[in-house]
């Protein structure tokens, strides 16, 4: 049985840093490209940022380039979601994601607000 669980959200003030955490099982995961996506109030689900297996690759949504940083430790079946300067626009239910066939994780609150 596949499984998701996501930890680490929380809330934080605006300019301070929170590190996600979603830990695989069930599935080759080192095989797979692993995303994160958010889903801010009222608003539709938007990826945020992905990793490629094999080489690392990563790839990321405008608004949170330079801030956030994607990575992944395939030894613990985890990858991570380093967020930075992070801005009350950034206030989101964030999921990790591991393609159509394993699917989402039942995500984590994240809320930027003084």
């Known amino acids: 049985q596949v499984h998701l669980v996501e930890s680490g959200g929380g809330l934080v003030q605006p300019g301070g840093s929170l590190r996600l955490s979603c830990a695989a099982s069930?599935?080759?995961?080192?095989?797979?490209?692993m995303s994160w996506y958010r889903q801010p109030p009222g608003k539709e689900r938007e990826l945020v940022a992905s990793?490629?297996?094999?080489?690392?690759?990563?790839n990321y949504a405008d608004s949170v380039k330079g801030r956030f940083t994607i990575s992944r430790d395939d030894a613990k079946n985890t990858v991570y979601l380093q967020m930075n300067s992070l801005k009350p626009e950034d206030t989101a239910v964030y999921y990790c994601y591991a393609g159509r066939r394993w699917g989402w994780g039942q995500g984590t609150q994240v809320t930027v607000s003084s």
């Open positions: 069930g599935f080759a995961f080192s095989s797979y490209v």
């Open positions: 990793i490629t297996s094999t080489t690392g690759s990563r």
